[in-house]
């Protein structure tokens, strides 16, 4: 028998009162002796017997009252009646549903099958050992933590249905993430024995850094609960030690011209110990292969291939590369979309026009936009651009445009500030180089306006690197924003070339604001804030040799034309997302209501309807569980869109944690651990949960003041 609240069963020591308050009430007899007593005498001697059974009954209830509202109070758990098969329990399940779980089981275990079938397999079997009424939920862990239920249920065929339908297909495993989800799973649990079991290949690129002492705040709480709950943590292993993959793949341009050739590089990735020969790459194109190359690898080696290819018709294509070789074919491929346009109109606005070569603000970002049409070359530009001065721009110069650049513009007056303001929000992109004659004030009170404005954050003033200092350089990161992919190779530019002698410092406020690139005195070089349908984005530096030598450097010009063709397909479908997400497409008003059907890489299809958030009309798929090029077309239209799917590059490294360290984890978190369906049925054996008493205490407790009012109304009568 154990408490939950041990410290309320000193209350029980109010049995004390009715037994203080009989015993002072005890009366002395004395004796009278009368002549005809002894007539009485054994009608006194039954009455006497009776009224003291009836006061000992009457004063052992009460005595009952307080100890049993004290032990109702304490809740107390009766242990030891699992080991009878009566004491339900509840169960929470975190299971790793991250791709790695599609590897090959270990074969002396489930032969030609994957780790998630064995993790189904052993969980039907826990779930199987547990008392009659126990609950279950499980929380899936991979990407984004989710319940598998919307609460736990007592029906164990509800659970091993729901858990067939899970593909196996999200993104890494955040531990902490997991462990939150379970603990608010918790909370939810109707019964006092509680157990949580981390069902987990324990892939080491997910554990390691737990491993090696990192912060699980989410567990630690979780194992301080009351009552605390036992928590396991059980290896589901795989044999497969070998595999490759494409760890990433970097496109030139997601937006091209028709005919305009597009680079893409592949970096392929050896995660075993084997060497690899002649490994084939295939190029293909909306399903069609173009050319394959081959490569070799080293040992943990890795190896980059380039293609280049040109799409000679407008719309939306598909461009892929694929590679064979290894028996884990589930992260051999990379789709991407490209979308081939006439051409991507962009208005210039140029606060400090100059006569003179390469001296306007907006010079050098118009040679960065059109080089070819600048060198006067026979191959097309993608980008057109329309140059006008900020003091004689008209409403018109706005129409038919899908990006606006504004350069060293001083202030918007109020009617193209409300142009602009609209443009954005209908879906149209902006980028500024506020520039030094910008006027502070008016960005911060009429553009900015503390947030609600199209700025993406106040100006706090400027900062500058002294003649006899160093100046300040981009920070070279892993780039995670879809404009700045591209840079992660050093081969598409050294961006840390740069160099910044003024700049201005934003007060970034806020999650709504994104950096794109800092600079290394931690301030931001360039932030993304999204308006409407639109976004803004705001450089921190000028569009020309002023401040910096930024427009000088050879990168200068693809960075351009990311950030350009990234504003201007916003409202677009983006060239890929990962497995396990989702993608929101906006429509337009009038759209509302309309169908639209989504075919998988399989073939398969299902119907989508357009609906309304807010002013927001938009059309969202469903969970995507499997990689590849979908199709999303609008019923009765030969509208297309195509949507790309890849898998997350961090799940293909298929290393596990090794036990010892996984038992680090667990005992430095109070668990347990266990590798084996076996080992963890013997290891549950040996704990002892039980149900609580409180409620038939509760009952116990109503029927002894019932008792009490009558044995009072007995005696009085009596």
Same mark, same amino acid.
């Not at 927001?616 to 969970?623: G, I, L, M, N, W």
């Not at 590059?649 to 347990?672: F, M, T, V, W």
């Given at each position: ?98 791709? +790695? ?25 826990? !779930? ?135 680079? !893409? ?75 081939? %346009? ?48 900020? %003091? ?24 193209? $500030? ?11 992109? $902006? ?15 009429? /553009? ?11 100006? %706090? ?44 410092? /934003? ?44 427009? !000088? ?56 309807? +357009? ?18 090029? /979908? ?53 549950? %054996? ?33």
């Amino acid at each position: 028998m154990s408490f939950l609240n041990g410290i309320l069963l000193t209350g029980g020591l109010a049995f004390l009162i009715p037994l203080i308050i009989h015993l002072l009430n005890k009366r002395k007899v004395v004796t009278v002796r009368w002549g005809a007593m002894h007539l009485l005498h054994q009608v006194i001697r039954q009455r006497k017997r009776k009224m003291k059974v009836e006061q000992l009954l009457l004063l052992i209830t009460r005595i009952a009252i307080p100890i049993v509202l004290a032990l109702c109070l304490a809740r107390p758990v009766l242990t030891a009646l699992r080991s009878l098969g009566l004491g339900s329990s509840s169960l929470i399940v975190m299971l790793d549903d991250s791709f +790695s779980m599609r590897a090959p089981a270990a074969q002396t275990t489930l032969p030609g099958g994957t780790v998630m079938q064995q993790a189904r397999q052993d969980m039907q079997t826990m !779930l199987s050992d547990l008392p009659d009424g126990s609950s279950t939920q499980v929380v899936l862990s991979g990407g984004t933590p989710r319940k598998l239920l919307d609460q736990a249920t007592t029906d164990r065929t509800v659970v091993t249905k729901q858990l067939s339908e899970v593909p196996s297909m999200s993104g890494p495993l955040a531990a902490n993430d997991a462990f939150q989800a379970a603990m608010s799973a918790l909370k939810d649990s109707p019964n006092a024995a509680r157990e949580v079991v981390i069902v987990s290949d324990f892939q080491e690129a997910d554990w390691k850094a737990i491993a090696e002492g990192a912060a699980l705040p989410a567990l630690d709480a979780l194992s301080k609960q009351e009552p605390k709950p036992q928590i396991t943590f059980y290896r589901v292993g795989s044999d497969l030690a070998e595999n490759l993959s494409i760890a990433s793949a970097d496109i030139s341009a997601l937006v091209a011209a028709e005919s305009q050739p597009i680079g !893409l590089r592949v970096r392929i990735k050896n995660h075993g110990k084997r060497p690899w020969q002649d490994i084939p790459v295939h190029l293909e194109a909306d399903g069609a292969r173009l050319r394959t190359a081959r490569v070799s690898l080293a040992p943990e080696g890795e190896a980059v291939l380039s293609f280049t290819h040109a799409f000679d018709k407008v719309g939306d294509h598909s461009l892929s590369v694929r590679l064979e070789g290894d028996s884990f074919a589930d992260d051999n491929a990379f789709h991407s979309i490209v979308q081939v %346009r006439n051409q991507l109109n962009v208005l210039l606005i140029d606060g400090n026009p100059s006569n003179e070569p390469l001296s306007g603000a907006t010079d050098f970002l118009e040679i960065a936009l059109t080089p070819h049409t600048v060198a006067a070359a026979t191959l097309k530009d993608l980008i057109r651009t329309k140059k006008v001065d900020l %003091r004689k721009i008209r409403n018109e110069d706005l129409r038919q445009q899908e990006v606006i650049i504004m350069a060293d513009v001083e202030k918007l007056q109020g009617h193209t $500030l409300n142009d602009i303001d609209k443009f954005v929000k209908e879906g149209g992109g $902006l980028l500024v180089f506020a520039g030094p004659n910008c006027d502070q004030e008016w960005y911060n009170r009429d /553009f900015y306006r503390k947030g609600e404005g199209l700025y993406p954050a106040a100006i %706090r003033g400027q900062a500058r690197a002294d003649s006899d200092s160093l100046p300040a350089r981009i920070l070279m990161q892993r780039f995670t924003h879809p404009a700045a992919l591209y840079f992660n190779d050093a081969r598409a530019g050294r961006l840390q070339d740069a160099e910044f002698r003024h700049w201005f410092e /934003f007060t970034v406020q806020g999650d709504q604001t994104q950096r794109i690139f800092n600079l290394d005195r931690n301030v931001p070089l360039m932030i993304e804030k999204k308006y409407g349908r639109g976004r803004v984005i705001a450089a921190a530096t000028t569009a020309n040799a002023e401040w910096s030598n930024l427009p !000088l450097q050879p990168f200068f010009v693809p960075l351009m034309q990311r950030l350009t063709t990234y504003l201007a397909t916003e409202g677009s479908a983006p060239a890929w997302q990962l497995v396990g997400s989702t993608v929101r497409l906006p429509l337009e008003k009038a759209e509302l209501g309309s169908e639209f059907t989504l075919r998988d890489p399989t073939g398969q299809t299902q119907t989508l309807k +357009s609906i309304k958030e807010g002013e927001s009309v938009f059309v969202q798929s469903p969970v995507i569980t499997q990689s590849g090029i /979908f199709q999303l077309q609008k019923v009765g239209t030969e509208k297309t869109t195509l949507l790309a799917f890849n898998i997350d590059g961090a799940e293909s490294n298929l290393k596990a944690l090794p036990a010892a360290d996984i038992q680090k984890i667990a005992q430095r978190h109070g668990a347990s651990f266990a590798d084996t369906l076996p080992a963890y049925q013997a290891l549950d %054996r040996t704990r002892r949960h039980g149900s609580e008493l409180w409620q038939p205490l509760l009952i116990a407790l109503l029927v002894l003041l019932f008792a009490e009012v009558l044995l009072q109304q007995h005696i009085a009568k009596g």
